[in-house]
């Protein structure tokens, strides 16, 4: 079945280090994005990548940082920089980048730094 | 900037009744609209969008929304709730006119609760 997948499901990490949140995808879409969900604010947009080798920074960018080497991955990265990293990631994929492409989740990895 | 308002945090059916999820956005330019549903601890999942056309959009597992241009309002129905839709739902825009990539703007979110 083709689908997105994140791993970890749970992931736990002291505070000071990095941490690199996995994403794949096996739908051959172009267009791949990481959000952000804290309770009650909805999605949040980190990173957002239309084709391999580029991405662009979404509203809260500060703090990660992303590669897209390959089609199929997306790896975010949550540095010390960030403040307040415990969280529910999730990644999600379209088709390309038009406007009315649906996106695709993935199940999300819930991050905990302590 | 765009944004969307979703304004009750939690809705409260019982089985059988119909349902309204409300939702309101704003926008430059036409919008486009989607509603997504978030089971516990899963991804969302696309339920329909409004891009032209009717103003009345039928999704999947029954659900339908209807575009209110005037209201700037988009609306999430169904006729009969059943306790599986019991969930997150969760209403997304895009304004066409934004140029910074496929950036689709989210509200809060409402929880539905179904009741037996």
């Known amino acids: 079945d083709g689908g997105i997948t994140q791993s970890p499901k749970y992931l736990f990490r002291k505070e000071g280090q990095n941490v690199t949140l996995s994403c794949e995808q096996n739908?051959?879409?172009?267009?791949m994005y990481w959000y952000r969900q804290d309770p009650g604010q909805g999605l949040r947009l980190i990173y957002y990548?239309?084709?391999?080798?580029?991405?662009q920074k979404g509203d809260i960018a500060e703090g990660y940082s992303v590669s897209r080497e390959k089609k199929e991955s997306f790896p975010l990265t949550v540095t010390s920089a960030q403040k307040n990293p415990t969280a529910f990631y999730l990644c999600?994929?379209?088709?390309?980048?038009?406007?009315?492409?649906?996106?695709?989740f993935g199940n999300g990895t819930r991050l905990t730094v302590t | 900037a765009q944004s969307v308002a979703q304004p009750e945090d939690q809705v409260n059916v019982a089985e059988g009744n119909p349902l309204t999820v409300k939702c309101t956005y704003s926008v430059s330019g036409n919008p486009y609209l989607f509603w997504y549903v978030q089971y516990p601890n899963r991804g969302l999942q696309f339920l329909l969008k409004y891009i032209t056309g009717d103003n009345l959009v039928k999704g999947s597992y029954g659900f339908e929304a209807e575009f209110n241009k005037s209201q700037t309002s988009f609306h999430l129905k169904k006729p009969s709730a059943l306790v599986s839709d019991s969930a997150l739902y969760f209403c997304?825009?895009?304004?066409?006119?934004?140029?910074?990539?496929?950036?689709?703007?989210f509200g809060g979110g409402t929880r539905l609760m179904v009741k037996p």
């Open positions: 997304a825009v895009r304004g066409v006119n934004n140029n910074a990539g496929n950036m689709l703007t």
């Open positions: 999600a994929s379209s088709i390309d980048g038009a406007y009315n492409s649906p996106l695709h």
């Open positions: 990548s239309q084709i391999v080798n580029d991405f």
């Open positions: 739908l051959n879409h172009d267009a």
